[in-house]
């Protein structure tokens, strides 16, 4: 199995940066990609961003895409999400899950999850 813990969520106003990040332990030789998802009350959770678990590449959604960026240290098996220009429909509870996949960007591609951690930007 694997673990994850995400932290560093909180209230910022729009326009305002935060940084995650995601600590992984346990089996972490069956981890292929890190993603990054988030859930607004009443919505679906959609998929943020993804890096291989090499950090050697990443993906992102368009609604991010230029103010979100994915990074990972390799010595720690942390990976970050750090958000610039935050909007007020940023505001989401962050997920960072696993995947043991090559592809895929649906919630049902990836495995193990964290707790999620509450990012709320005020306008």
């Known amino acids: 199995q694997v673990q994850l813990v995400e932290s560093g969520g909180g209230l910022v106003q729009a326009g305002g940066s935060l940084r995650l990040s995601c600590a992984a332990s346990?089996?972490?030789?069956?981890?292929?990609?890190i993603g990054w998802f988030r859930q607004a009350p009443g919505k679906e959770r959609e998929f943020v961003g993804v890096i291989h678990w090499s950090g050697s590449s990443t993906f992102y959604a368009d609604s991010v895409k230029g103010r979100f960026t994915i990074s990972k240290d390799n010595a720690k098996d942390t990976v970050d999400l750090q958000m610039f220009s935050l909007r007020p429909e940023d505001t989401a509870v962050y997920y960072c899950?696993?995947?043991?996949?090559?592809?895929?960007?649906?919630?049902?591609?990836?495995?193990?999850w964290g707790q999620g951690t509450q990012v709320t930007v005020s306008s």
């Open positions: 899950s696993t995947s043991p996949r090559t592809y895929g960007i649906s919630r049902y591609d990836f495995d193990y």
């Open positions: 346990g089996r972490t030789v069956s981890i292929y990609r």
